[in-house]
């Protein structure tokens, strides 16, 4: 088949029969123009995808429509950016927080932007907010409706003034796009549950044998709710596939009734006035028979496929990609044409394996594999977020070090749940598998850094420890190349809370621990001098300033540096004749940094943005216990 041929065929003839006379006329003509520029790369996509529906050309004609449809009223165009992506720059931070628990409601949220302006934030991911079950909503990850605001957050109305409001100070808005599943009071699910064969066909209704033998392959995910993939439903006698819980009901996107229903869900994202949409769990997305299920080829034709429709109807919106799985396959999402973002949680969990053996060997050689990403896509650094830590790393590079990944895992999971003996963390255990053991873990940053047990011992050097792991961990994320994201109440050092457990809808899901509701109390404490939180608050503030003041932040050219001692983590940054020197001790004791000082000229004149009274020369001699230097030299 002559591709360009058929393409160009078929859009003309979508062209002669569609109506766009509603846009008004300078957005028609850039609406137009963007569809031409990438029609055929849609179409060859859908063909991938569709190809052997007989009504794919239908369902062409109605994605058009859909496209074109948003461009009849006027939506947000996005923030002015400079000549490079505006996700690269060195002045972008970010933040997630809950709506209700960091400002009670929209409304709340509203009358919290100077604070979030004073800190420096300028991406804030909101999360989940849409309409959902009652009881538990995993979180808000159970969307009942995309279009509604839940009423006790607020209004559609209130969530735009909210979203203006951001615009306004510089901040962009992250929504979450929850496209792997709805809630189970999706109106699709509803009509589904009634009977409607239209909508039955938008999720995976299967009959007994035929989930057993998708099951037999699949990976669980939520091993403490229900085992295998699959929940039987009653009323229509078939097995749901669910993926997570039982009332979260994976989408079918082998059907393309379903591509271009949630194309139109998207974009009514990107008029609430998304500038990011975060791609939930969106390895699960492609499903085939005797297969994993996760990261199949057709999981990124399906991504970009969606993309394409955001270069036509909204372009300035991206896409971040939240893929919690193997390293090689994390990257296989990100590209300019896929997911420019991507979570980077290889480097997030290999900072808590390196906080808990003191070793950097497996961060090190896992990023030398693994950090490099396409030029023009960026990483988001993260420390915590609102889900568990996966210890997710490539087995094969473990192994060459020495190091069993299983029972690695096990150890880590020890340790952060405070079982192994002289651990500095209180984490709690996340759905442990009661057929292998496996778990993940829950916590806050300052609860697992060891500012909780500190606190409790009533021991200052012990704290003295915590609180520099803290700043290590934090001062890595805001120096690494990448778009650094804080999660809510971290910068305030909140510690662990466990009142979810009086709360039937959530005791039975521990990353509650670390979603605590922020009362004036945490951000009191975290203003009042000689707290521990103060002294996690000022440095988290001081580095953001930092980090925004100087361009060397914003250097693509990155460099891991190898030291002969394992405790440390080191790395460059160049831009032009400026470069930025990163060290890290990851032990709790005095050490030789072990570079070679030739290989870095000019390092003995080198100023320390972190502490105005180290130069270079000092400190590649001796490195204090949890030390972090940020040498900034500048050759003439
Ligand atoms: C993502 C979310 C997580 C949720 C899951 C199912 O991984 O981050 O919180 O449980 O998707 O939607
Ligand atoms: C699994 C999924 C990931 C999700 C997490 C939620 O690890 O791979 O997408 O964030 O579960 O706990």
């Known amino acids: 088949m002559d591709i360009a041929y058929e393409s160009r065929k078929t859009l003309d003839t979508i062209l002669s029969e569609t109506d766009f006379s509603e846009i008004p006329a300078r957005r028609r003509k850039a609406f137009l123009n963007r569809l031409e520029q990438h029609f055929p790369a849609l179409f060859e996509h859908l063909l991938t995808l569709y190809g052997n529906h007989y009504d794919a050309w239908l369902h062409m004609r109605r994605l058009v429509e859909t496209l074109a449809q948003h461009q009849v009223k006027k939506h947000h165009a996005g923030l002015p950016g400079g000549n490079q992506p505006w996700y690269l720059g060195e002045d972008q931070v970010g933040m997630a927080v809950y709506v209700d628990l960091f400002g009670g409601d929209l409304n709340g949220l509203i009358e919290r932007i100077p604070y979030l302006e004073s800190l420096g934030i300028t991406y804030l991911h909101l999360m989940p907010l849409y309409e959902a079950p009652k009881e538990n909503s995993d979180g808000g990850y159970a969307v009942s409706d995309y279009r509604k605001v839940d009423p006790k957050l607020g209004t559609n109305k209130q969530l735009k003034a909210l979203a203006d409001a951001l615009h306004k100070r510089g901040i962009r808005m992250v929504l979450d796009f929850v496209f792997n599943h709805t809630s189970d009071e999706h109106a699709w699910a509803k009509a589904a549950l009634a009977g409607d064969r239209r909508y039955q066909d938008f999720y995976y209704l299967l009959d007994e044998p035929e989930a057993r033998a998708y099951d037999a392959t699949l990976r669980e995910i939520f091993p403490t709710v229900r085992r295998g993939s699959f929940t039987y439903n009653e009323t229509v006698g078939k097995w749901v596939w669910t993926t997570f819980n039982s009332f979260q009901w994976d989408l079918n996107y082998s059907n393309p009734d379903v591509f271009v229903s949630v194309v139109d869900e998207m974009l009514h994202l990107v008029a609430m006035g998304a500038d990011v949409l975060r791609l939930d769990a969106l390895a699960f997305v492609w499903k085939e028979l005797g297969t ?71 961060l090190n050689a896992s990023l030398e594999r693994s950090f490099t990403i396409p030029e023009g896509t960026t990483w988001v650094n993260y420390i915590r977020c609102h889900d568990d830590i996966g210890w997710t790393w490539d087995d094969a590079i473990s192994g060459r070090l020495g190091i069993n990944g299983q029972d690695h895992r096990y150890f880590l999971n020890q340790f952060y749940t405070g079982r192994f003996s002289g651990s500095f963390a209180n984490g709690v255990p996340f759905q442990e598998n009661p057929s292998n053991g496996d778990c993940r873990v829950c916590g806050t940053l300052a609860s697992l850094a060891g500012v909780e047990q500190a606190g409790a011992s009533g021991d200052p050097q012990l704290l003295e420890h915590a609180l520099r792991r803290v700043k290590l961990l934090n001062g890595i994320e805001l120096s690494m190349p990448g778009l650094p994201l804080l999660y809510q109440g971290d910068e305030l050092g909140a510690l662990n809370d466990h009142s979810y457990l009086k709360d039937p809808g959530k005791a039975e899901d521990s990353r509650w621990v670390h979603r605590k509701a922020l009362t004036e109390a945490d951000f009191t404490a975290a203003a009042t001098k000689g707290t521990p939180q103060n002294r996690i608050a000022t440095d988290m503030a001081a580095m953001i ?11 693509q050219a990155f460099e891991l540096l190898r030291s002969d001692n394992p405790h440390v983590f080191a790395f460059l940054r160049r831009n032009g004749p400026e470069t930025l020197l990163v060290i890290a001790n990851f032990s709790e004791h005095s050490t030789q940094p072990g570079l070679d000082p030739a290989a870095i000229p000019g390092i003995d004149a080198a100023r320390d943005l972190l502490s105005s009274d180290t130069t270079g020369k000092g400190a590649l001699q001796e490195l204090e216990p949890y030390a972090l230097h940020w040498f900034h030299l500048q050759s003439a």
Not at 545 to 555: D, M, N, P
Request: a negative charge.
């Open 292 to 362: 994993v299920c996760e990261s199949l080829p057709k999981a990124h034709t399906l991504i970009q496929t969606f993309n394409l429709c955001l270069r036509i109807a909204a372009p300035h919106v991206h896409f971040k990609s939240e893929a919690i799985v193997h390293p090689d396959q994390v990257n296989e999402y990100i590209g300019l044409d896929e997911c420019e973002l991507s979570y980077n949680p290889l480097m997030m969990a290999l900072m808590w394996e390196s906080l808990a053996t003191r070793r950097t060997g497996l």
């Open 545 to 555: 300033q930092l980090r925004k003041s100087h361009e060397i932040f914003a250097a």
